[in-house]
């Protein structure tokens, strides 16, 4: 039973924290920021956030620290939504593997090969 209960949490976690992160006032943290992962401990007492952005890896750690300085305020407002007993205190992790999965589609399609994972071919006029 407490699989599917951190489970659960995990995913409402999750799913509050994209809404919430679009109503941070702070100038760092940018419009463009991605929840990838959330991780719930077991004693439900921390949740590790990881957040991505599209922007580059600069813009992604001003936006981790401007989320360090607003997670007083994201831990309140999640609470109230989610009217936990006890809200996980929030740890953020800048996640970069969006740029990196980016970055190995780029070098596939170099190579010649489409999306569907079929080479793609000159046409043959012979």
Known sequence: MAGYKNGRITSDVHREMSALIR???DPRVSSLTNIVK???SSDLSYATVYVSTIEGEAALKETVKGLKSAAGY???ELGKRL???KVPELRFIADDSISKSA??????ESFGFSKEGEEQ???DDE
């Open 74 to 76: 994201l831990r309140r």
């Open 121 to 123: 071919h000159e046409s």
């Open 103 to 108: 970055h190995i589609a780029s070098i596939i």
């Open 38 to 40: 959330v991780d719930v």
């Open 83 to 85: 009217k936990l007993r």
């Open 23 to 25: 109503t941070v006032k």
